[in-house]
């Protein structure tokens, strides 16, 4: 079990250093670095003043060595301006160059400096990140259970009304992404066309204050998406427990219905569903940037966007890095947790 | 000219309408609450041998349930026909109706083919035994020809971009202030912020789906299958290596990954260009493959079909991937490619790249399936009776082993056909890409938001055709599962 876990961390790490570089190289290409210096300068740069821009920021040099220097095995660029002043990215503003370490990456726990929130990427990250967790939390809190209780309804007895109707359900929520349920919900609670108005139509104020009114539509239109497909999984592994053979022993037995469901089926229907919770996480993460710009909720997502949008380098690294690390670790908490919970599966 | 009501004088239907639904839904209500409280019912065998069960509030339920279903669908059908009959008179639901006259041909004319001749339809003919399946092929269909004939000018009542002046955010059903001849006198859903017709875009918006959704899954099945055979039937290295990659794409979060291709820079550099002459060869590799395989034992007929099947190919891929002459044209360089004489069809450059990044997306997934598939089905016997006939590998992939995991690729098929129309959604709801005044629905959507507390007509109909033509692949897929278990 540990060299299992050991490889799968190997294998992560490997993942992770594929993924960045990639990042790296796709975000340092010329056309992208001409238009982060255009944004940080101003818009009507000429050529040559880009080129001097990037050329002090370092940003010139070749694409492995500046992702060595923002690893923190290469020791970082500096540039001395016409002034004899030293300015690099591991100098701060306040200090000097002699102060500054020469390494400073993710290896040094340094992440870097944000150019469109400027401030430093690791707290952007944790502040964004706290906001998008409480987000998920409820999404969670709302979503894994009653997707379980639709699909162990549905997946009781197969072909019956209940399951009929819990199914078709399921495929609409399934076929409903988040930009077309939100559009439909904001467009039925919120608006003044329509008039119920039971709901505010933006989550800017559940940054501070979540209430139920500012802070429910943002969760019940991620979990609707995702609450379908884990509904349809369970049912599927509910509809395959009930019909084996220990099960039609119980009913023969004269165990009553109910007692069936709760204490022989429940158990084993409910392995296949913790893999798929544990993988939604990815899929979440999607739901999570549409919603946030929908709702205009200042988290993970937002912040992705607007990293994008601007070329903040240094940003759009540590949230793929953050972003690659929550898929890998649900993954590998998946199937740790299936080996765990399904006794007929060791890992040799 | 005056104002469009939504139903126009056949306003008498609503009630109807309105109770046949509350109806349905009360007796869908009962039916699960009476299949769970209420106990099974009872059979009772005549002396004679008949069974009779017992007519308790289940059947009563059932026949309220079924009824009210069928006086829906009734009225539905009223509505439509009405609307067909009297145009406008019906009001902006009657028009709208005779507008897509044309989808309402081409659907009975379909259905009715289909069922006459079902039986010897293989797989698509059972479809047409399965209600599920029935309804989802109808929303489908529905939007494919609505798509169709919208691109040839047929339901469509103005232009998807010209702007009218004094028809800004109007309410739906508002006439035009000055009619020219020939001229559409309303705008029957409304006008958006740009004072376009919302009905025309969303019709046109359909035409933009049904180009590229299943044209994009369709490479990505073909990328997904010449790699995921042999992973699977090989395994080792080549599994361990094609995985890792697989599952690397896969860690990619889809927006980030978007936002790092779909963008004018990208596009300057000249990425996805390269991205699509790497993606877009591999049918070809798939056709030479699949037919060299089960040929090559008689060269006389083999090298004459692989040379007229590759050269249509090889053509078709060099028009798609070189625009004026050139495969990759950046201020820096530029690589050669046909010369525009013999290009058949250019792609803009916003195209290609959502194109490419909506296969690159796709294909890792259908590559696990299909891996996952062939490794299952290499350890059956007739694949061990084909190896023992000394068949080659490549045979035994791709007419031994593929065939038979047909089943569960169609039906993964059609769900990733939904599954991409969300992703070029997402795009166009992001801003990626397609051009701001193109009339896809994500962009349509993404407009309409902004505005979302006041008016609601710009961004519902986009929404509700991309949820309908999504919900109608689902069912689709559901109702084709259905039947390819049953045999």
């Known amino acids: 079990m540990g060299l299992f876990i050991l490889r799968r961390v190997g294998i992560m790490l490997l993942t992770a250093l594929c993924l960045t570089f990639l990042v790296f190289y796709l975000t340092n290409l010329y056309p992208n670095l001409e238009k982060l210096a255009k944004t940080q300068g101003n818009f009507r740069m000429s050529d040559e003043q880009v080129e001097s821009f990037l050329e002090k920021g370092g940003y010139l040099q070749s694409t492995p060595v500046k992702y060595g220097e923002w690893l923190g095995i290469l020791p970082s660029y500096r540039h001395t301006n016409e002034d004899g002043t030293v300015q690099g990215r591991c100098i701060l503003p306040g200090k000097t160059a002699e102060e500054s370490p020469n390494f400073c990456g993710i290896l040094q726990g340094y992440w870097g400096y944000s150019t469109v929130f400027k401030e430093e990427v690791s707290t952007v990250v944790g502040t964004r990140l706290a906001l998008t967790g409480r987000l998920m939390f409820w999404v969670m809190l709302l979503m894994v259970p009653s997707a379980l209780i639709l699909g162990i309804l549905a997946g009781m007895k197969e072909g019956s009304a209940t399951d009929r109707t819990l199914s078709t359900f399921a495929i609409t929520t399934t076929a409903t992404p988040e930009y077309v349920s939100g559009v439909i ?19 800017t104020q559940a940054m501070e204050n979540p209430t139920f009114e500012n802070f429910f539509l943002p969760v019940l239109t991620i979990a ?81 966007v607007q990293a994008a949008g601007n070329n903040d380098i240094q940003l759009l690294l540590a949230i793929s890095v953050v972003s690659v690390f929550v898929v890998l670790v649900t993954q590998l908490i998946s199937d740790i947790g299936y080996v765990y919970l399904n006794p007929r599966i060791r890992i040799s | 000219m005056e104002p469009l009501t939504w139903t126009g004088s056949i306003a008498f239907l609503n009630p109807l309408l309105a109770i046949a639904l509350v109806l349905m839904t009360a007796s869908i209500l009962a039916w699960i609450l009476a299949s769970i409280v209420l106990p099974e019912p009872q ?42 009959l009297m145009g406008t008179s019906a009001g902006i639901i009657g028009a709208m109706m005779q507008q897509f006259l044309p989808v309402w041909f081409s659907l009975i004319l379909l259905y009715a083919m289909s069922i006459a001749f079902k039986r010897k339809l293989g797989l698509y003919g059972k479809l047409f035994d399965s209600p599920i ?96 055979l042999p992973a699977g039937y090989y395994g080792g290295r080549l599994d361990t290596l094609l995985s890792f990659l697989a599952n690397l794409i896969l860690a990619f979060p889809v927006i980030l990954l978007f936002y790092l291709l779909v963008t004018p820079e990208i596009v300057a550099t000249g990425v996805p260009n390269y991205m699509a002459a790497v993606l877009f060869i591999f049918p070809i590799i798939f056709l030479g493959v699949l037919l060299n395989s089960r040929y090559y034992t008689r060269p006389t007929f083999r090298t004459p079909l692989l040379i007229g099947v590759l050269g249509v190919a090889l053509w078709l891929y060099l028009s798609l991937i070189s625009t004026g002459g050139y495969v990759v ?17 250019d792609v803009p450059a916003g195209i290609l790249v959502v194109f490419v990044s909506v296969v690159f997306v796709n294909s890792p997934t259908v590559f696990r399936i299909v891996r996952g598939l062939a490794m299952d089905i290499k350890t059956r016997d007739y694949v061990a009776a084909a190896q023992t006939r000394g068949e080659g590998p490549w045979y035994i992939m791709l007419w031994e082993i593929l065939p038979n995991a047909r089943g569960p690729l169609i039906v993964d098929f059609c769900l990733r056909i939904g599954y991409t129309t969300i992703l070029l959604g997402t795009l166009g709801f992001f ?34 055709a991309l949820l309908s033509l999504v919900l109608g692949l689902n069912l689709l897929a559901d109702g084709l599962r259905e039947e390819s278990l049953k045999d």
């Open chain 2, 431 to 464: 801003g990626l890409g397609l051009p701001p005044e193109s009339p896809d629905w994500g962009s349509t959507i993404n407009e309409g938001r902004k505005l979302l507390s006041v008016y609601l007509h710009p961004a519902l109909p986009p929404a509700l």
């Open chain 1, 224 to 304: 609707l998406y995702g609450m379908g497909y884990i509904a349809r999984m369970t049912r599927a592994s509910m509809t395959e427990v009930m019909t084996a053979q220990y099960i039609r022993t119980a009913r023969l037995k004269g165990v009553s219905f109910p007692n069936i469901v709760m204490k022989h089926a429940l158990r084993n229907a409910l392995i296949a569903p913790f893999t798929v919770i544990m993988l939604q996480f990815p899929w979440l993460l999607n739901g999570v940037v549409i919603v946030e710009t929908l709702f205009n909720y200042k988290g993970f997502g937002w912040a992705l």
């Open chain 2, 43 to 84: 059979m009772t065998v005549n002396p004679d041998g008949t069974l009779t069960s017992g007519s308790g509030i289940r059947n009563l339920i059932q026949a309220l349930m079924r009824y009210s279903f069928l006086a829906s669908v009734g009225l539905a059908v009223a509505y439509i026909v009405l609307g067909i």
């Open chain 2, 133 to 228: 399946g029935m309804i989802g092929f109808g929303l489908v269909m529905f939007w494919v020809f609505t798509g169709i004939f919208g691109a040839l000018d047929l339901i469509v009542t103005h232009d998807s971009l010209s702007q009218v002046s004094g028809m800004k955010n109007k309410v739906p059903g508002t006439p035009l202030p000055s009619v020219e001849d020939g001229e559409y006198a309303w705008y029957l859903l409304g006008g958006d912020n740009l004072a376009r017709d919302v009905f025309s875009r969303m019709v046109k918006g359909a035409w933009i789906v049904v180009q590229i959704a299943p044209l994009a899954t369709m490479f990505a099945f073909m990328v997904g299958i010449t790699l995921g």
């Open chain 2, 329 to 345: 044209n950046t201020d820096a360089y530029g690589i050669w490619g046909l010369p525009t004489f013999l290009d058949l069809f």
């Open chain 1, 185 to 203: 919900f904001i467009a039925i609670f919120t608006s003044s066309a329509v008039g119920l108005k039971w709901f505010k139509g933006t989550a």
